[in-house]
């Protein structure tokens, strides 16, 4: 049987070698076309064996779509947070845009590189399906919740407040002086809010 520290500490080793290969990959997209990027490149940036890069990743891609599954484990972790005692329960299900917002600030550059190049394509392809997954969830526990079933499909539903959040963050990265976090967390939420508030009350 293995020894619990130990295996924590096996743990820690891969969290932190995968955490050097998503950094040294977020730090050359900063200097060069992502296409261009090598894994020799990030391997040698991340001070990493390419050997030990291909035990987590299938190539670059990978690396960078594995990101989005651990952004999505943060955006859950904000939905199980306390909703307010002002909030509504089905605000719930938005309560990722703050969380979101910030972390797309704080890496800006980074996403105005994925929005604007050939990466864009491949990110934006599994970021709103991400989105969706982690919308889903807590929609439909709240539709059983309020014992009643949607008036549209849940589908459609998800896909609508997915969409918005894409576009209306979209809109906001492209500005040239985009608004502070808060301030389009709240443009992001009155412009949903009433079409949940219309499902749920």
Not at 1 to 9: G, H, N, Q, V, Y
Not at 47 to 59: E, K, L
Not at 72 to 78: D, H, I, K, P, V
Not at 177 to 191: C, T, V, Y
Request: proline share 4%; glycine share 4%.
């Amino acid at each position: 049987m293995k020894d619990p520290l130990e295996t924590k500490a096996q743990d820690r080793r891969i969290e932190k070698t995968r955490r050097a290969l998503h950094s040294a990959l977020i730090s050359l997209m900063t200097k060069k076309d992502y296409r261009e990027i090598t894994t020799q490149e990030i391997t040698d940036v991340a001070n990493v064996g390419r050997s030990t890069f291909y035990t987590h990743f299938d190539d670059k891609d990978d690396l960078l779509l594995s990101g989005l599954q651990d952004l999505r484990s943060m955006l859950e972790n904000e939905q199980e947070q306390t909703i307010g005692p002002s909030k509504k329960a089905y605000e719930g299900i938005i309560a990722f845009s703050r969380a979101m917002f910030d972390h797309a600030y704080a890496h800006r550059e980074v996403y105005k590189i994925l929005v604007r190049s050939q990466t864009g394509g491949l990110v934006l392809q599994y970021f709103p399906a991400m989105l969706a997954g982690v919308i889903r969830e807590k929609a439909a526990f709240e539709f059983r919740r309020k014992r009643k079933e949607p008036a549209i499909p849940l589908d459609l539903f998800v896909h609508f407040i997915a969409s918005a959040f894409v576009s209306v963050m979209s809109w906001w990265l492209d500005a040239e002086s985009p608004l502070p976090p808060e301030e389009i967390d709240s443009i992001f939420r009155a412009l949903v809010l009433p079409t949940l508030a219309s499902h749920f009350e």
